[in-house]
């Protein structure tokens, strides 16, 4: 049974960092490109940031980019994100994606920045 656990979701202060892991099972983790999405109410899901499936490659939306970074570790079959300097309008539920032979996604973490 595939799964995409997403876990580190919670309230923190503008400024403040989280890390968002995404725990995958049931398929073969090592040949998956991985990405981060958000989604906030009333605007489209968006892409937040891309990782191939070795590893070498990252992309991320401009309007992270320097604040964000992703990560993988593929002996623990697991994505990270680690956010830094948050802002309110990073106040979202985050998706874990995997794809290449198929698309799976998470449940979603939300993430809430607010003082």
């Known amino acids: 049974q595939v799964q995409l656990v997403e876990s580190g979701g919670g309230l923190v202060q503008p400024g403040g960092s989280l890390r968002l892991s995404c725990a995958a099972s049931?398929?073969?983790?090592?040949?998956?490109?991985m990405s981060w999405y958000r989604q906030a109410p009333g605007i489209e899901r968006e892409l937040v940031a891309l990782?191939?499936?070795?590893?070498?490659?990252?992309n991320y939306a401009d309007s992270v980019k320097g604040r964000f970074t992703i990560s993988r570790d593929n002996a623990k079959n697991t994505v990270y994100l680690q956010m830094n300097s948050l802002q309110p309008e990073d106040t979202a539920v985050y998706y874990c994606?995997?794809?290449?032979?198929?698309?799976?996604w998470g449940q979603g973490t939300q993430v809430t920045v607010s003082s």
């Open positions: 994606k995997a794809a290449w032979s198929r698309v799976y």
């Open positions: 049931g398929f073969t983790f090592n040949n998956y490109d």
């Open positions: 990782i191939s499936f070795t590893g070498d490659t990252t």
